[in-house]
T-cell receptor, first 111, second 113 residues
Framework: GQQLNQSPQSMFIQEGEDVSMNCTSS?????WLWYKQDPGEGPVLLIALYKAGELTSNGRLTAQFGITRKDSFLNISASIPSDVGIYFCAGGGTSYGKLTFGQGTILTVHP | SAVISQKPSRDICQRGTSLTIQCQVDSQVTMMFWYRQQPGQSLTLIATANQGSEATYESGFVIDKFPISRPNLTFSTLTVSNMSPEDSSIYLC??????????FGPGTRLTVT
C-alpha cells in the first residue's frame, strides 16, 4: 500500500525558532493535510491542501503541496511552548476520507 | 468545521468481551470513517461507515471483528468484538465536510486486559 515518510521523527527547539517538517511518498496524492495531536486528544486539522503547488498559511503555519504531488512540507515560524505536540501529515487519494498518515513528528519547544 | 463527540472516552475491558463506541457529529455529513491508532503509532483506516448500507472495510479489518452501524447522517457506532490485548488502541471517528475538510473526534482509549 501507499506509505508516507515523515521527517524528522522528533525535534527539540528553543522558543522563537522556526520549524520545518516534511513528508514524501512514492505515490501521488490528491490532497495533503497536516494535523497536530496533543496527548489524550484526537488530531486537530491545521492546514488542508488540494492543488499541486498550493501554498497555504494559517497564522504562523505555512504548508505547501509539492508540485510532483508526492510531497508536502509544514513550517512553523516563531515557535511557542504551546506548539508542543505530535504533527502528522496525511495524504488523500481519489476517495475523500481515506487518508494515509505519516509516522508523526514529535515537537518539543524549550522556553 | 464539524464537532465530533465519542463515547466512551476511555474504557478498560477484559479479553473476550466486546465494546461499542459511539460517534456523534453536530451536523449531517455524508462521509464518516473509523480509524485506529495503536500505542505510539500513527493512524490507520479501519472502514468507511456507509449510511444505510454495510460498511466498507480496509485490508486487514473484517466485519466480524469490527461491526459498524450508520443509521443516519450524524451517528455511527463501532464495535470491537471478542477483544484481545492487541486491540488496545485509540479508536477515532472521522468525518469529511462539504468543503472536503476532514476532522477527527477526541478518540476512545481502549485497554484490554
Amino acid at each position: 500500500g501507499q506509505q508516507l515518510n515523515q521527517s524528522p521523527q522528533s525535534m527539540f527547539i528553543q522558543e522563537g525558532e522556526d520549524v520545518s517538517m516534511n513528508c514524501t511518498s512514492s505515490s501521488i496524492f490528491n490532497t495533503w493535510l497536516w494535523y497536530k495531536q496533543d496527548p489524550g486528544e484526537g488530531p486537530v486539522l491545521l492546514i488542508a491542501l488540494y492543488k499541486a503547488g498550493e501554498l497555504t498559511s494559517n497564522g504562523r503555519l505555512t504548508a505547501q503541496f509539492g508540485i510532483t504531488r508526492k510531497d508536502s512540507f509544514l513550517n512553523i515560524s516563531a515557535s511557542i511552548p504551546s506548539d508542543v505536540g505530535i504533527y502528522f501529515c496525511a495524504g488523500g487519494g481519489t476517495s475523500y476520507g481515506k487518508l494515509t498518515f505519516g509516522q508523526g513528528t514529535i515537537l518539543t519547544v524549550h522556553p | 468545521s464539524a464537532v465530533i463527540s465519542q463515547k466512551p472516552s476511555r474504557d478498560i475491558c477484559q479479553r473476550g468481551t466486546s465494546l461499542t463506541i459511539q460517534c456523534q457529529v453536530d451536523s449531517q455529513v455524508t462521509m464518516m470513517f473509523w480509524y485506529r491508532q495503536q500505542p505510539g503509532q500513527s493512524l490507520t483506516l479501519i472502514a468507511t461507515a456507509n449510511q444505510g448500507s454495510e460498511a466498507t472495510y480496509e485490508s486487514g479489518f473484517v466485519i466480524d471483528k469490527f461491526p459498524i452501524s450508520r443509521p443516519n447522517l450524524t451517528f455511527s457506532t463501532l464495535t470491537v468484538s471478542n477483544m484481545s490485548p492487541e486491540d488496545s488502541s485509540i479508536y477515532l471517528c472521522s468525518v469529511v465536510t462539504d468543503t472536503y475538510e476532514q476532522y477527527f473526534g477526541p478518540g476512545t482509549r481502549l485497554t484490554v486486559t
